[in-house]
């Protein structure tokens, strides 16, 4: 099977080297031994760099869509963009036997009509709801963005009609039953078999009360709320101590909110922290993880800490409260729940027993949802959509 896969995010050169700054291409890499060549739709930087995860060029080819920093300047850009395009899509899609999407995306919707009018099998993957994205956005901006995101999701959904739909959680799973023929939840897990036993022989929670909290720094990501809770259990005399790891736009305004707060001897920002021996160890450090996203899909995160065994507080967003269990598997909250957040932090922080059953039994999730039983699901799925019907 010859596969190619939009993805929006972006890939940089360096020489004959190709580099992405996320990690689901690592899934994708994951699917070298089942498909015969798999071709790559992204964003291709104007500038040479290395970023962190090397894209490897006996597997992937890359169809590089002209550079954008994010979607509003996608909007405002030249629309000759979309022709370029497409006729770069007509000159390749011949040569597929299916494209999985992933969206709601602009350019990945028109691309998913190209495809299917050349008789392209088309699989959709939607990894979070895209209005409550843009709804934790502030500023003038933002009603433009929702009603443009509300556009996006509408035509997405229509593009699902009749078709396979790979879901994050059962939130969008539930969204998109309605139209698609057969939906069927993704966790796009990183952590195979053997990384999951080694994780599993790491010891964590050296310190109940340090916690970690690791992700993009953006509005959609709840850390003004994980701070004015912090707040909270400083009023009370808890003790604790967050390692923030991350890089994003909203850094500047959080370190000013820490500081405002009375929080800069508690809390640490570490900055990006490549995936590997320095983040494994803020992991051994930590007594728990906590995400208190507005809105997810599913973060690669959680696979890492449920495999240590570190506790995590999560929101009830996106894939997670289908994944995760309420004082079973994690804490689970309101997002934007700010008493809430406050008291399930202290409650990781206080209970040694409520630590000690959360690790275990995380850890014996992620036993059977390891990255080779996620990508079984999304061959399966790939496979029925080429599968000629009646």
């Known amino acids: 099977m010859r596969l190619a896969v939009f993805v929006d995010q972006v890939f940089w050169r360096d020489g004959h080297d190709l580099s992405t700054d996320e990690s689901y ?6 699917l070298a031994g089942e498909v015969s060549g798999m071709t790559l739709i992204g964003r291709l930087a104007p500038e040479p760099r290395r970023a962190p995860y090397p894209v490897d060029s006996d597997t992937f080819s890359l169809l590089p869509l002209p550079y954008y920093p994010d979607l509003h300047r996608l909007w405002r850009a030249d629309p000759r963009i979309y022709g370029r395009v497409r006729r770069e899509v007509r000159a390749q899609a011949r040569n597929w036997d299916a494209l999985l999407v992933s969206g709601p995306h602009p350019l990945g919707q028109m691309i998913a009509r190209e495809c299917i009018a050349l008789g392209v ?13 843009m709804a ?12 443009a995101a509300a556009l996006l999701e509408w035509d997405f959904r229509r593009l699902a009609r009749g078709r396979t739909v790979l879901a994050v959680g059962m939130e969008m799973a539930d969204a998109y039953r309605r ?7 993704h966790f796009a897990c990183l952590v195979d078999q053997s ?26 990501k709840g850390h003004a709320h994980l701070l004015s809770a912090l707040a909270r259990l400083t009023a009370r005399g808890v003790e604790y101590h967050l390692d923030i790891v991350g890089t994003g736009l909203t850094e500047p305004m959080l370190r000013a909110q820490a500081e405002r707060l009375g929080l800069g001897s508690r809390v640490t920002f570490h900055g990006y922290v490549p995936y590997g021996p320095a983040l494994f160890d803020l992991y051994r450090r930590a007594g728990a ?8 899909g599913f973060p690669q995160v959680i696979n890492e800490a449920l495999s240590l065994g570190l506790p995590v507080v999560a929101t009830r967003v996106g894939g997670i409260p289908s994944f995760l269990s309420h004082e079973v598997t994690a ?25 000690h059953r959360l690790s275990r039994n995380g850890r014996a999730l992620m036993g059977d949802n390891t990255l080779e039983a996620n990508r079984a699901r999304v061959l399966e799925a790939l496979h029925d959509e080429i599968r000629p019907r009646p």
Do not use: Y
């Open 25 to 30: 291409v690592l899934f994708l890499q994951s």
């Open 121 to 133: 099998p088309v699989v959709l993957v939607v990894r979070q709801n895209l209005v409550q994205q």
């Open 136 to 147: 934790a956005h502030r500023g003038l901006k933002r009603w433009a963005a929702l009603a």
């Open 179 to 185: 139209d698609a023929r057969h939906v069927t939840n």
């Open 195 to 220: 990384r999951f036993e080694m994780f599993s022989k790491m010891t964590t929670g050296g310190d109940p009360t340090r916690l970690i909290c690791v992700s993009r720094l953006s509005p959609e």
């Open 289 to 296: 993880l906590v995400l208190p996203s507005i809105t997810e």
């Open 331 to 355: 804490l689970l909250i309101p997002p934007r729940d700010i008493p809430a957040l406050a008291d399930a932090v202290q409650s990781i922080v206080s209970d040694e027993a409520l630590r």
